[in-house]
C-alpha cells in the first residue's frame, strides 16, 4: 500500500502544478512528511526511491525518464536527504549514514 502511495504522490506531482508547489510552505521534513500524510500518501524515502526508479524504467522516452530523475532530486530535497546514488554499495553507505540520522525513519 504504501509503495502504491508513493506512485500515486508521484503521478499527482507529475499532473498538479498547485499540488507540488503547496510543499513549498514545508521547511523541515518533518513538516514534509506531516504534509503528504494529511494529503493522503504514507511512504518511507525508500519507497519513494523505489517508486521513482520503477517509473523512470516504465518512461516513455529518454525526456520523460529526465522529468521523473529531476522530480526525484525536487523530492530529495524537499526530504532534506541526498539522492541515491546509482552505484548499490554507495547507496547502502549512504543510506547507513542517513539512518542513523534522527528523524529520517519511516513515515507513519
Known amino acids: 500500500m504504501a ?3 508513493a506512485f500515486r504522490f508521484f ?3 507529475r ?4 499540488f507540488r508547489k503547496s510543499a513549498y510552505y514545508c521547511v523541515s521534513p518533518q513538516d514534509l512528511f506531516q504534509w503528504l ?3 493522503g500518501f504514507s511512504f ?3 519507497e519513494a526511491d523505489d517508486a521513482l526508479r520503477s517509473l523512470q524504467l516504465k518512461a516513455a522516452d529518454e525526456t520523460e525518464a529526465d522529468e521523473i530523475k529531476e522530480l526525484g532530486q525536487w523530492f530529495h530535497i524537499m526530504a532534506q536527504r541526498p539522492a541515491v546514488s546509482p552505484c548499490h554499495s ?3 553507505k549512504v543510506n547507513e549514514k542517513i539512518d542513523d540520522h534522527e528523524g529520517f525513519s519511516i513515515v507513519t
Open 3 to 5: 509503495m502504491q502511495d
Open 11 to 13: 503521478t499527482r506531482c
Open 15 to 18: 499532473q498538479d502544478a498547485e
Open 37 to 39: 500524510k494529511t494529503s
Open 44 to 46: 518511507t524515502i525508500e
Open 90 to 92: 554507495c547507496a547502502k
